[in-house]
């Protein structure tokens, strides 16, 4: 047993994780060609737009269901939209955010634009301290736009008009996952902006530029939507709960910095916060990177249920990134 640990602390999680990413991609945007339907409430970016996917995004489900009246919402309809929430959650505990970091197709798509940008030999960038964390406060506006436009088509707030049905699904129809992931598939229709109507011109006019930010941002910011996904936020509220756990222990932080320089958010704290047990932050995608990267013995470790699945170690950091550190200082 010990001999089975030792082997996955020193193994390359990055390499494991590049090829879980790449079966996941297959199967979450051409799935449906074979009949692959996983679920309609993953924790995940698997765009229902894209008609071959093979499970769709839980975002979608739950605007639909919360387009609904107050009394449908506190009737048997609402046990409904409970239960759906439950089977996303049942996803979302078992890997609590490492579904953004080893299997989400959007994410996939970003660090591939990311290698690509490596291979030009183009410098990536990084957001100032301050300008991050106003940046990371958007994802969490997204999601109570998404959570309280369908009501307010449904119904009427404080007395005033419900709103257009053209707005709907507030927030599908501004994401950029709309317009690009259709694209793998040869489905192009995505990219017609809607005239019939202003909301319906505002919405897909945004998204389309959205999609355009997508690309040129991802190009130059590793994971540069992640951190305004509303999904993110959704699962950030619950992942105290999750089976799967980040643990650090403070008393062996040298704070050298390596867990800051190879996180593709750019999450600080990480390397900060020595106080702190359970270090998934919520712009965290558990990709593990950090544990790699850290070459302090169980400084980092990752738990599932408390069991540990794979420690940070002196010699997996050496292993894997060698003595002189390149790849390293490539990151």
Known sequence: MNKIKTYIDNANVSRFRFWVQLVTFILFVYGGYWGISISQNLPIFACPY??????TCYLISLQHQLHITWANLFSWRGVAILTSFGTFL?????LNKAWCGFVCPVGTLQDWITKLRKSLGIRFSRYEDSTFKYLKVIKYIFLLWLLIVPLAIANSFFGLPQMSHDWFPPFCTICPTR??????????????????????????TLGVLAAGLFLTGSFVKKRFFCLFCPMSALQYLFSKIAFL???KDGNKCTKCGNCYRVCDVGIKEIADDITSKNIVKDDCMLCLKCVEACPEDRCLEVTFLK????????????KRYGTDNKELKDE
């Open 50 to 55: 894209d008609h071959a996917t093979g499970g």
């Open 245 to 247: 756990r980040l643990n």
């Open 90 to 94: 049942i996803f979302f505990l078992v």
């Open 179 to 204: 317009v690009i992931m259709p694209l793998f598939t040869g489905d192009v229709s995505q990219l017609i902006i809607d005239f019939s109507s202003t909301p319906s011109l505002i919405m897909t």
């Open 307 to 318: 069991f540990p699945i794979i420690s940070a170690t002196e010699e997996g950091f050496f």
